[in-house]
């Protein structure tokens, strides 16, 4: 959409809050039954104010031999209502803006660094006004250059034909002893954890012979066996579902019926198979960066939606944040957050202790 768009949207949103602003503050916040703090506004945390009534200017408007006039001392307001202030004033034709600010949650520095991308912002739009909201840029060539430098940006070559289970068993051969997994007073090394799915991948492979792009659903409480089942369905070459087993049976019958799963994991299926009898031996069958590694669903206004995600989809946003150091975590660490979150959870309730281990809790 272009800010033209987002604009005639904006307008008429606001237009249509208008017809309620004369309902009372209190009784709304009553009714919506919001928690009360006094320090903070119970229903925003930015105010955006524009004053776009007559200036009237005294010493043109009143008769001075009535009436004595001395300059006003400007004086600083000390306390900030809100986190965020934005103050529009029209004045002979110009916009003045007034950013009033809480200094516990920003600086001067970020202010200023605010209010200069907002000024670049304005120009794009005042320039081009059609453009699409995501071809904008607001950065100015210092601000770019400092990013790039902060950040240090840099080209990290790796197989383009990796999947998540070929970098998975690399650190099982580098770090064969570490610690993988943690959940309560058991544990889990690279080793024991690659045996153990690996063993699991065989028994779908022999039961169900599961095939490329196949579904099989995890409906698990967290805990060892949900990292071992993921993966164990990608080393057998299917594709994992994630189902919370709190969620209510309509929804969980739903999600079954909707994705087709060729098999389906849970505490019944865990107990009735003796994984410990079945090889641990490493899957000869080869899967590819192309092929579909899991299946979400996500609340979709008023139905749940089912998205396909591919391994090489996974494995982008992992090596971005590996390479670049902007999540300090492994690939099991990784899988347990897509897996969690995206099950619908409000936190992945992950505690990271070391880079290569992920620890897994019940409480949120």
């Given at each position: 959409?272009?800010?033209?768009?987002?604009?005639?949207?904006?307008?008429?949103?606001t237009?249509?809050?208008?017809?309620?602003?004369?309902?009372?503050?209190?009784e709304?916040?009553d009714?919506?039954?919001?928690?009360?703090?006094?320090?903070?506004n119970?229903?925003?945390?930015?105010?955006v104010?524009?004053?776009?009534?007559?200036?009237?200017?005294?010493?043109?408007?009143?008769d001075?031999?009535?009436?004595?006039?001395?300059?006003?001392?400007?004086?600083?307001?000390?306390?900030?209502?809100?986190?965020?202030?934005?103050?529009?004033?029209?004045?002979?034709?110009?916009i003045?803006?007034?950013?009033?600010?809480?200094?516990?949650?920003?600086?001067?520095?970020?202010?200023?660094?605010?209010a200069?991308?907002?000024n670049?912002?304005?120009?794009?739009?005042?320039?081009?006004?059609?453009?699409?909201?995501?071809?904008?840029?607001?950065?100015?060539?210092?601000?770019?250059?400092?990013?790039?430098?902060?950040?240090?940006?840099?080209?990290?070559?790796?197989?383009?034909?990796?999947?998540?289970?070929?970098?998975?068993e690399?650190?099982?051969?580098?770090?064969?002893?570490a610690?993988a997994?943690?959940?309560?007073?058991?544990?889990?090394?690279?080793?024991?954890?690659?045996?153990?799915?690996?063993?699991?991948?065989?028994?779908l492979?022999?039961t169900?012979?599961?095939?490329?792009?196949?579904?099989?659903?995890?409906l698990l409480?967290?805990?060892?066996?949900?990292?071992i089942?993921i993966?164990?369905?990608?080393?057998?070459g299917?594709?994992y579902?994630?189902?919370?087993?709190?969620?209510p049976?309509e929804?969980?019958?739903?999600?079954?019926?909707?994705?087709?799963?060729k098999?389906?994991?849970?505490?019944?299926?865990?107990?009735?198979?003796?994984?410990?009898?079945?090889?641990?031996?490493?899957?000869?069958?080869?899967?590819?960066?192309?092929?579909?590694?899991?299946?979400?669903?996500?609340?979709h206004?008023?139905?749940?939606?089912?998205?396909?995600?591919?391994?090489?989809?996974?494995?982008?946003?992992?090596?971005?944040?590996?390479?670049?150091?902007?999540?300090?975590?492994?690939?099991?660490?990784?899988?347990?957050r897509?897996?969690?979150?995206?099950?619908?959870?409000?936190?992945?309730?992950?505690q990271?202790?070391?880079?290569?281990?992920?620890?897994?809790?019940?409480?949120?």
């Open positions: 959409d272009s800010y033209r768009k987002l604009l005639g949207l904006t307008r008429e949103v237009l249509g809050g208008y017809e309620h602003q004369l309902y009372p503050f209190d709304l916040v009714e919506l039954n919001l928690q009360r703090d006094i320090s903070r119970p229903l925003f945390d930015v105010l104010v524009l004053q776009n009534n007559k200036i009237v200017n005294l010493k043109s408007e009143i001075q031999t009535s009436l004595k006039l001395i300059e006003y001392e400007k004086q600083t307001r000390l306390i900030s209502k809100f986190d965020l202030s934005f103050i529009f004033i029209e004045i002979q034709g110009e003045q803006l007034t950013l009033e600010y809480n200094s516990d949650l920003y600086n001067e520095d970020t202010i200023i660094k605010f200069t991308h907002l670049e912002l304005y120009k794009v739009i005042i320039k081009q006004p059609a453009l699409s909201l995501t071809d904008i840029q607001f950065l100015t060539s210092a601000n770019k250059a400092e990013y790039i430098l902060k950040h240090d940006f840099r080209t990290v070559a790796y197989s383009t034909e990796s999947t998540v289970v070929s970098l998975f690399s650190q099982v051969l580098a770090t064969p002893e610690v997994v943690v959940y309560g007073d058991r544990s889990l090394s690279y080793r024991e954890l690659n045996e153990a799915s690996n063993r699991l991948a065989h028994y492979l022999r169900y012979d599961i095939q490329s792009d196949d579904l099989v659903g995890i409480e967290r805990g060892e066996w949900m990292i089942s993966l164990a369905v990608l080393k057998a299917g594709a579902v994630p189902i919370d087993p709190d969620y049976q929804r969980i019958s739903y999600m079954l019926e909707d994705s087709g799963c098999a389906v994991i849970d505490i019944n299926f865990l107990n009735a198979v003796d994984i410990d009898q079945t090889q641990s031996g490493y899957i000869k069958k080869a899967s590819t960066k192309n092929q579909l590694s899991c299946m979400i669903y996500l609340n206004d008023t139905k749940i939606q089912g998205i396909l995600l591919r391994n090489d989809s996974i494995l982008n946003i992992y090596l971005w944040d590996f390479y670049l150091d902007l999540l300090s975590v492994d690939l099991i660490d990784y899988l347990y897509l897996l969690v979150l995206y099950a619908g959870q409000t936190s992945s309730s992950l990271l202790e070391t880079t290569f281990t992920a620890t897994i809790s019940d409480d949120f």
